[in-house]
């Protein structure tokens, strides 16, 4: 004898991504009050939820280091943005003449592959050197983090094209140019947004770095200064904006994905 689903098991298996998603994300909220709540680990280290929520609401209002959260906020995403923009339209050629000229990619192939393991920190002194401690040195350091990530994940797209379509486009009569924007650049286009997806975060990552350099703005520059006067409580709240920032930009990528090409992953 079979029994309907009552409303609550069919809510949950519609929304099961999102229903789990919360639960995790107040399971971990109730950990970090009861830790703060008990005393296990002094606010210095940790400070309470409560705390956090009070510097929230402090710094959107009355701003911190000259400059209100959201200057900070837009600030950082201004440096990321025109930072991925860049990486985009230089990494994305650069992967389509590689992956469709063998000797361009022997050229560049060496470059990357020495070019892509070297942490952003590492070149940073460089960049001062030869930029300065302007903007152009923070949107330069963040690009250079995100450019390897889509060089790759845009080959990758190139080179795994189904030989077949490029070859039946080729037997109607199509161009190499027609080729390239019809067969190819569609087939790829799945793997050019997987790219971009994970160069974004490396750009976040990268964030709190690019804005060591005599920055007065941003959410990096606020959760380093936070840090030198150890006002715990800002540091984190620099660190929760920053990684809802990041997951807000990940699921409009992926629903962008999902709009752009619903056929990857599904065949």
């Known amino acids: 004898m079979t029994t309907r689903p009552t409303r609550a098991s069919s809510f949950v298996s519609q929304h099961h991504g999102v229903v789990w998603g919360f639960i995790s994300v107040v399971t971990a909220l109730a950990i970090w009050w009861a830790v703060t709540a008990t005393g296990l680990v002094p606010s210095l280290f940790l ?13 959107s209002t009355e701003g911190y280091m000259s400059a209100t959260l959201i200057q900070h906020t837009f600030a950082s995403l201004g440096r990321v943005f025109i930072a991925l923009v860049l990486a985009v339209i230089v990494g994305v050629p650069i992967a389509i003449w590689m992956g469709t000229n063998r000797t361009v990619q022997a050229i560049f192939d060496p470059l990357l592959e020495f070019y892509r393991p070297i942490p952003p920190l590492a070149y940073l002194p460089l960049l001062v050197i ?96 936070a840090a030198q006067f150890l006002s715990t409580d800002i540091v984190i709240l620099g660190i929760i904006i920053i990684a809802v920032i990041a997951f807000i930009l990940e699921i409009l990528l992926r629903k962008l994905q999902a709009n752009l090409a619903p056929w990857y992953s599904k065949y």
């Open 47 to 59: 400070p309470n939820p409560t705390s956090v929520w009070q510097q929230f609401v402090k710094v």
């Open 130 to 225: 030869w930029l300065g401690i302007g903007e152009l040195t923070k949107i330069t350091l963040i690009f250079l983090s995100i450019l390897a990530p889509i060089i790759i994940s845009t080959l990758q797209g190139i080179l795994t094209v189904n030989k077949s379509r490029q070859f039946a486009a080729l037997s109607l009569g199509a161009t190499p140019s027609q080729l390239l924007w019809h067969v190819t650049l569609p087939s790829a286009l799945p793997h050019i947004l997987t790219g971009i997806r994970i160069g974004l975060g490396v750009g976040w990552s990268t964030l709190v770095a690019a804005e060591l350099v005599a920055a007065t703005k941003g959410l990096g520059f606020m959760i380093q200064s």
